[in-house]
């Protein structure tokens, strides 16, 4: 058995769930490990997602622990046996792990919302909008570094499933550069929010009762609910959250996050005012 070195967040997924399933279930990694006839050591190192795990081994575990979710259980199989190199794959040892592990969750999303608070959500962005955000990094990128971020947020713009961004004035109007760039910026964004699977809304800064100003976050509909994922930029990196109970209030955050927004018509001819002020 080969020991992967570096485990992507989907392989990380896949591994936490077998590992609830089996908690759940009320067995030891030892128990679960007889019950394969393996060594106890195959079972840790399948839910530490350092190594592989085929379909007939996923269906034998989740049917020991008893799962009766057929749809779960198939949608854990299809991860567990999916070989997908995509783009991305690239990008390895060129950009940091969770820039690939955004760009795998995201293809393999059903859908994706985030809320934007500082700036404008990075699958909207244009490229000089984009090089200013990437250029006020600190510590500083090189050239190359700064390309290649570039060129990766780039690729991950050519999405097609629905995506719903709920943007805060305050990134409207902050200049992350300068003025041509910033009307650029709006423009771009009028333009895509006229696409049939994207959805732009905007919080007004004078918008009473809206105590959520640091709620920015990305949130990944995975193939079921259950498998949904919130990504949030954090000091020491990005955090993939899912568990059940984050998962819940992170969609009540959203849910009262929408609320205070204004629907998407409005958010357009607030944009429109916007772009006349520049």
Known sequence: MVKRREPTARQMRLATELRRLREAAG???????????????????????????????????????????????????????DRTQGWWEEYRGVLPASFLDLSELEHHARFLRHVAIPYVPGLLQTEEYSRAVFSARLPELTAEELES?????????????????????????????????????LMRLLELSEADHISVRVIPLDRDDFPMASGTMTYV???????????????????????????????????????????????????????KEL
């Open 149 to 185: 971020r570039i060129r990766h947020r780039k690729e991950r713009q050519r999405f097609a499933i629905p995506y719903e961004a709920v943007i805060h004035e305050a990134a409207l109007r902050i200049r992350v550069s300068d003025r041509a760039t910033s009307r650029a910026q």
């Open 27 to 81: 067995l030891t990694s030892r128990q679960a490990a007889s019950l394969l006839g393996v060594a106890p050591a195959q079972i840790t190192h399948i839910e530490s997602a350092l190594a592989g795990v085929s379909e007939q081994r996923v269906r034998r575990l989740t049917s020991h622990y008893a799962c009766a979710d057929a749809e779960f259980v198939d949608a854990l199989v299809a991860m567990a046996t």
């Open 221 to 275: 509909g995975g193939p079921l609910p259950k498998l949904d994922t919130v990504v949030r930029d954090a000091l020491h990196g990005t955090v993939f959250i899912d568990s059940e109970a984050q998962l819940n209030t992170y969609r009540t955050s959203f849910r009262k996050v929408e609320e205070a927004s204004l629907d998407p018509e409005k958010s357009r001819d607030f944009i429109r005012s916007l772009v």
